[in-house]
């Protein structure tokens, strides 16, 4: 549905590289996150997509059509394909939550009838029907973004764009936009693609995701993968924010990067569904006579499904603990890296 090839943005007044050649393809009907420190080039890439930031070069694909070969006239067109919604929600104070959301329809001439049937199913749809003769000032900051939302979907686009559509609420509103997003996505089969910095945005309602770094991609997989299988360093720090992994305090003055002897290791192990590392951890403690010390763990939902992070210091004779890290890496679902990931991260004495 969207489709980004060889796109780069230069800023002329400081020559910096805000884009750098980046290739990205967002497939129809999915929820598409891009996440990336401050900086990354994450809101210039969203606004490169409906070209409110025009590409230095490169091209911007949507349903098919190049946005970068249109002109003016022919461009104004295909963004009412191609809805957005901003961190700070944009309304007007003067008009109504029902004359707000009403706005690209009179922009575009429609009736009044033909606005009315628009506008209706969508305060319904987001929950501000008893709001519509409300102003923004008399609205919560996830109403302000209900609003948005629905203005956004007036002109019946088929993408909608999200800048860091989250970042000014608190979490309650956060989860509840959230669901929204998601059940707009799944009700009306529109393509989302979201810039975000907040993991729990991606793991809540993504499909897919990539991450940035000083303009570039740097990694994409599907948000499972993702969090199992991390790849960049700067992937697998915002991996552990999100599953709230903590330095090992009781452990630190003991924990080393090397192996030494004597020394144990401390492992993590990433997989799918709750119950799946029970046995396996059960059966290599019993088969070569080891303990695990369980130094955290924690379930998450990614994108729907339960998620286990587990990290534990492996204790026996060094032969023992060998052969249960063979036994956790060569386990039928430790192979299946979709299952189970096993990771050494390092050793205490």
Sequence with gaps: ???????????????????????????????????????????????????????????VLVAGQDLTSLGEKALRQARHNIGMIFQHFNLLSSRTVYDNVALPLELAG????????????????????????????????GQKQRVAIARALASKPQVLLCDEATSALDPQTTRAILTLLKDINRRLKITILIITHEMDVVKSICDRVAIMSHGKIIEENDV??????????LAKEFVRSAIHEKPLAEIEARFQAEPSAGARPVVRLT??????????????????????????????????????FLMVEIMGEPEAIEQSLQFLRGSPDAQNSSTVQVEVIGYVS
């Design 1 to 59: 549905m969207i489709e980004l090839k060889n796109l780069t943005k230069v800023f002329d007044s400081g020559g910096v590289k805000a884009i750098d050649e980046v290739n990205l393809c967002v497939p129809e009907g999915t929820i598409y996150g891009v996440i990336g420190s401050s900086g990354a080039g994450k809101s210039t890439l969203i606004r490169c997509v409906n070209l409110l930031e025009r590409p230095t070069s490169g091209q």
């Design 110 to 141: 429609a009736s009044r009838q033909e606005i009315e049937q628009a506008v209706q199913p969508l305060l319904e749809l987001t929950g501000l029907a008893a709001k519509k003769d409300s102003y923004p000032a008399q609205l919560s900051g």
């Design 224 to 233: 499972e993968q993702f969090f199992l299988n991390p790849r960049t360093e």
């Design 271 to 308: 997989f799918v569904g709750q119950g799946v590392v029970q046995p396996l951890i059960t059966r290599a403690a019993r088969q070569f006579n080891t303990d695990f010390s369980i130094l955290q763990a924690d379930i998450e939902t990614v994108n729907e499904k339960a998620m286990g």
